[in-house]
């Protein structure tokens, strides 16, 4: 079983952690890197200290140097993986003409990340038990985000002008389950027809057209 080494208990816990160097934020996101593969692969409870740093690269007393535990360094997980998910989306939504066009570019990146991230489900999925605050954290920041798109681009005419937080959260639900189906279980489906299809949904509804 990992244990801290001496001299680690309340003190470090009180210290902050945050690196001051370039050396150390790149130590730090390979220990993050390395935690994404470790819980990924094993799950929460099978995941150790040493598997992580085993696949960092790095000593085990460099683990210590940012985290006090395994719980510790899965909570900045969720929170780095829900950081780089936003920052792969971001930058490609913003520059879609408009806001239908910004919500299929921001469901095909996803699922783009998907496939380069599958460990990301299972890590989320596991914070649901393992540190809920961190949980509900990533998909209300996520929503948010999206609320303040659609309200946008309610406020310049391009939709609805009742788009709110409840369309929010079921275009949310939509990418969630898209992104299981199509970038985490199937990756020979064609991800930009998948966009397609769902962005013709929130265009033009389930309503028959004569």
């Given at each position: 079983m990992d244990q801290p080494q001496s001299g680690h208990g309340t003190e470090a816990a009180n210290r902050d952690k945050t690196p001051r160097t370039e050396r150390g934020r790149r130590t730090l996101r390979k220990l993050l890197d390395a935690a994404a593969v470790e819980f990924g692969e094993r799950g929460?409870?099978?995941?150790?200290?040493?598997?992580?740093?085993?696949?960092?690269?790095?000593?085990?007393?460099?683990?210590?140097?940012?985290?006090?535990?395994?719980?510790?360094?899965?909570?900045?997980?969720?929170?780095?993986?829900?950081?780089?998910?936003?920052?792969?989306?971001?930058?490609?939504?913003?520059?879609?003409?408009?806001?239908?066009?910004?919500?299929?570019?921001?469901?095909?990146?996803?699922?783009?990340?998907?496939?380069e991230h599958k460990e990301i489900y299972r890590i989320i999925d596991e914070a649901e038990f393992v540190d809920y605050a961190s949980y509900r954290r990533h998909y209300e920041t996520t929503v948010a985000r999206m609320r303040q798109r659609l309200e946008a681009g309610a406020a310049r005419g391009e939709i609805r002008a009742d788009a709110g937080e409840v369309h929010a959260w079921a275009i949310a639900g939509m990418n969630v389950f898209l992104g299981m189906r199509y970038g985490l279980w199937d990756e020979t489906a064609d991800i930009c027809d998948v966009a397609r299809i769902a962005n013709d949904l929130l265009a033009n509804g389930l309503k028959r057209r004569d």
């Open positions: 929460f409870h099978d995941a150790s200290i040493s598997g992580i740093t085993r696949r960092a690269g790095t000593a085990l007393g460099s683990f210590y140097t940012y985290f006090d535990s395994k719980e510790e360094i899965f909570q900045a997980l969720v929170r780095y993986m829900s950081e780089q998910l936003r920052d792969h989306v971001t930058p490609i939504v913003q520059e879609a003409p408009d806001e239908i066009a910004a919500e299929r570019a921001g469901l095909l990146s996803f699922l783009g990340f998907v496939r």
